[in-house]
């Protein structure tokens, strides 16, 4: 005997599938969708249902084709143009999720999430005076969004407006005080400033929210170590503790092992940082200072020729590579590289301290 379905309308199955949904029973609850829809293919409600629940699992070109599906019963469907943005944004996918945001607000002018993520788009392409204003824009309409307060604070720190940044995070965590990103942003600015107490206190409050939030340990680690520190390790560790695959916590913590002339242990964290991106031009020269500590000499060269190749205007890399070569005995090509870094910064003590070494040895010679 055919088993009867417990529910005979899409509205019905709607719910069901709702209730799921908040329960985090995201499969069932798709299921549920499916079931709505199965009973009326045009119902655009129960397609972006679908698509939601789809977006929280990260199966994102599936939730695109639900919202394609809503888009095409109701073209003027603002929520469903916004939401399929949002899969373009976290596939990566800038521009498509662009134009799928702009379609949103056109749709609806005070779309405030649109305008929010429009800005995060923008964000993410390095047009940042652009972000700003959509940003402005969002707070606008509410002046209580937190989290538009916290991108646009994001922003102006990436057009190196510190204290105006800085003002942004105090205002989203004034509108929301358990708001744990704002909290280790305004921790990041801190740091950056030099407030090493306060940034502390920031990163600690963050962590106290979300003790599991890897990047708010590494930039407590920075704080720490800034401030002379050894505790610092400490905080590195939980961060990799947390993401063993944290490339900066990896680099960070070998560069505090690197200051301690601890030597082997930093190249064995350099080297973990490279499996994890071996484009990283600041582990390849940390790696090449900590093997020239051990008086691996050739290996050091090495190293600090890969920074270089990956980014020609670094002068320490440069400096380094001087340094390895003057004590060879290679004396011409040593010169060579003292000059290239201060071609770049003509005030790089290193670099200064190596060319008249250089020069006196060549005059020995």
Partial sequence: MEKKEPFSTPEEWKDKGIS?????????????????????????????YKGETL?????????????????K???????????????????????KALECYEKAIEIDPNYTSAW???????????????????????????????????????????LERLDESLKCYEQAIKINPDYELAWKSKGFVLLNQGMLNQALASLDKAIELDPKDAEAW????LALYSRGDQGCIGSYDKALEINPNYVFAWKNKGIYLLDQCRYDEAIKCFDKALELDNTDEIAWYSKGVALYGLEKIDK??????????????????????????????????????????LNIDPENLDAKEGMREVLKLMKKD
């Fill in 20 to 48: 799921l949904y908040g329960q985090e029973n995201y499969d069932e609850a798709i299921k549920s969708f499916d079931k709505a829809i199965e009973l009326d293919p045009n119902d655009a409600e129960a397609w972006n």
């Fill in 55 to 71: 977006l929280v699992v990260g199966k994102y070109e599936e939730a695109i084709k639900c919202y394609e599906k809503v888009i």
């Fill in 73 to 95: 019963i109701n073209p003027k469907d603002a929520k469903a143009w916004y939401n399929k943005g949002t899969a373009f944004l976290f596939l990566g996918m800038l521009d």
């Fill in 116 to 158: 929010r993520d429009k800005g995060d788009s923008l964000q993410e392409l390095g047009r940042y005076d652009e972000s700003l204003i959509c940003y402005e824009k969002a707070i606008d309409l509410d002046p209580e969004d937190y989290k538009s307060w916290n991108n646009k604070g994001y922003a102006l720190y990436n």
């Fill in 218 to 221: 590494n930039y407590k680690g």
């Fill in 300 to 341: 050091s060269i090495k190293c600090y020729e890969k920074a270089i190749e990956l980014k020609p205007g670094f002068a320490d890399a440069w400096s380094g590579k001087g340094h390895s070569l003057k004590d060879l005995g290679i004396y011409e090509e040593a010169k060579k590289s003292f000059e290239e870094a």
